[in-house]
């Protein structure tokens, strides 16, 4: 009897000693915070832009004690198609998905069964959380009503929509929203702060009904008419998000778990609206300069919790941006002060060109990566690859299949092969296709907002194909594309094989999403 006892006791002890190295081996990996800004441009960042007239202090101490990346790549030149890319490692493109943002009643974009970021860490151990502008669809609950429901209701994208003609249940939980794919928790809205419903969501149900419409038609504080709940007020929605991080840092600091936040920003895009203490603190006469410093603020804010809790040191803070700032920002003026959004680059948000995606991108760990810049080639689906590498984990063939780990470029040990190559996409859908110095742009013009803009008179005379040599020409001035035609097609061939191989990355061929016919690569068809 007394050796079956000491028989209970061991194998219990073993259990305990088992489960508290798992405990320990999970505490051990770090916390992760992703703040993504909504429409920054690359030199919104004082420390990225010598010239830039927007001071970022926060930012900028943040940069000085981890990793500067100056060749970082949005997916996509807009916002859905970008946010697509940092949850799944995947190319926006490949979703169904193939050209401009969703809207706000729009249904949702990332599969059941497509992992995310959240769900593969939240597998490893972690507790994850979303904080902020989903703009990835989601199924508002239909009225119970005979001709009423969501089926009759077509996606209005990103065009301005009548709210009255869109019919909902706030009373009900939302269906496919962050809550299933992949998030404990989640707070915050639909789509851009200027789409309707102004309903904040909290783990997919809406808050409150709201029982108003609201429309700003300023200039730059400009949103859509729309229902608003009561609980839902534009100017204090960035507050918001970030009292709401704050607490959840505080309340999981030291849990027994590590956890992932994504906090998405609807700032500085429209409405532009910096709170009282902010207004007029950038000197520039221009509201979006202020509403960059309180994103600036933002950041400090998240910092400051790390560090008051004790867990800056282990925590994986990452900030960018989901494409370049947008003309809203009022570019003319901002040059009357000497600023320039999007530094030395050509274009802006929605453009093929280097001004629509290329970013900044600021990775800090303390514990592990010293300070430095990197010109390593980034795309912001990348993170996938990254964090599964920090934690030791593989996954299979049909995930991330467009994410490459970036862990070599902070100085830490990897096995992982470096990005060499990327594809970027506007908002028409264009392609264009880089690797090393050269870019080859597979349209006329911008694929976006900035002349020559598609179908813009006298564009059909240009080239259709655009080459440019980064490393002599980052504003893009000079097309090589009738000098250099075998890099031309080498580009195309390279391109045409990753759209096909439904992956960029080493493995088996995937397929992608819906239909595959591209406009943009007629090529294909011939």
């Keep these: 009897m007394i050796q079956k006892k000491l028989l209970v006791i061991v194998i219990v002890t073993i259990f305990a000693i088992a489960s508290c190295t798992t405990q320990k081996k999970q505490s051990a990996n770090p916390n992760i915070v992703f703040i993504l800004a909504d429409d920054l441009g690359y030199g919104d960042i004082s420390c990225f832009n010598e010239n830039s007239k927007i001071i970022t202090p926060y930012i900028d101490k943040l940069a000085s004690e981890g990793v500067m990346f100056t060749d970082a ?205 902010f207004q007029g603190k950038s000197g520039l006469d221009n509201p979006y300069g202020d509403f960059v410093i309180m994103v600036d603020w933002v950041v400090g804010e998240v910092k400051k919790a790390l560090v008051e809790q004790g867990i800056a040191d282990n925590t994986i803070l990452i900030f960018t941006s989901d494409n370049g700032c947008s003309p809203q920002a009022d570019f003319e003026q901002l040059e009357t002060k000497g600023h320039d959004p999007s530094y030395l680059f050509r274009g802006h948000k929605a453009d093929i060109y280097e001004g629509g995606h290329h970013v900044p991108y600021i990775v800090s760990w303390p514990a592990k990566v010293k300070p430095g810049k990197t010109d390593q080639l980034l795309c912001t689906t990348d993170l996938f690859a990254t964090v599964a590498e920090i934690i030791g984990v593989d996954y299979a063939d049909n995930i991330a299949e467009d994410s490459y780990s970036f862990l070599s470029a902070l100085k830490l040990e990897s096995k992982s092969e470096v990005r060499k190559s990327i594809v970027h996409h506007s908002i028409n859908g264009s392609f264009a296709y880089r690797k090393g110095d050269w870019k080859a742009i597979f349209c006329p013009g911008s694929g976006g907002w900035s002349a020559p803009k598609p179908n813009s008179k006298g564009i059909e005379k240009l080239p259709k194909v655009q080459l440019y040599n980064l490393a002599d020409d980052i504003g893009e001035e000079n097309n090589l594309q009738d000098k250099h035609s075998s890099i031309v097609e080498k580009y195309r061939d390279e391109l045409s094989r990753i759209v096909t191989d439904g992956r960029s990355t080493k493995g088996e061929p995937q397929k992608n999403d819906g239909p595959e016919k591209w406009k943009q690569l007629k090529w294909m068809d011939e």
């Design 73 to 277: 790549h949005t997916s996509s030149a807009v916002c859905t198609p970008t946010r697509y890319g940092i949850l799944t490692g995947r190319y926006n493109w490949r979703s169904t998905l193939k050209s401009s943002v969703l809207g706000g009643y729009s249904k949702a974009l990332i599969p059941q069964d497509r992992k995310t970021i959240a769900g593969f860490l939240k597998e490893n151990g972690y507790k994850t959380a979303g904080f902020g502008k989903w703009h990835l669809g989601w199924d508002w609950a239909p009225p119970a009503t005979e001709d009423g429901g969501m089926d009759n209701i077509k996606d209005p994208g990103a065009a301005t929509f009548d709210a009255g003609s869109y019919k909902v249940d706030f009373s009900k939980k939302v269906k496919n929203g962050p809550g299933t794919r992949g998030f404990d928790y989640f707070f915050g809205f639909c789509g851009s702060l200027d789409m309707a419903p102004y309903v904040w969501i909290e783990n997919d149900m809406p808050t409150m009904i709201p029982t108003k419409e609201t429309v700003d038609k300023g200039k730059q504080t400009w949103w859509r008419k729309g229902p608003t709940s009561d609980d839902f007020v534009h100017e204090q929605v960035l507050p918001t998000i970030t009292k709401k991080t704050v607490e959840f840092i505080n309340e999981n600091a030291n849990g027994e778990k590590p956890f992932f936040i994504y906090m998405p920003l609807p700032a500085p895009h429209t409405p532009i609206l910096p709170t009282k203490e």
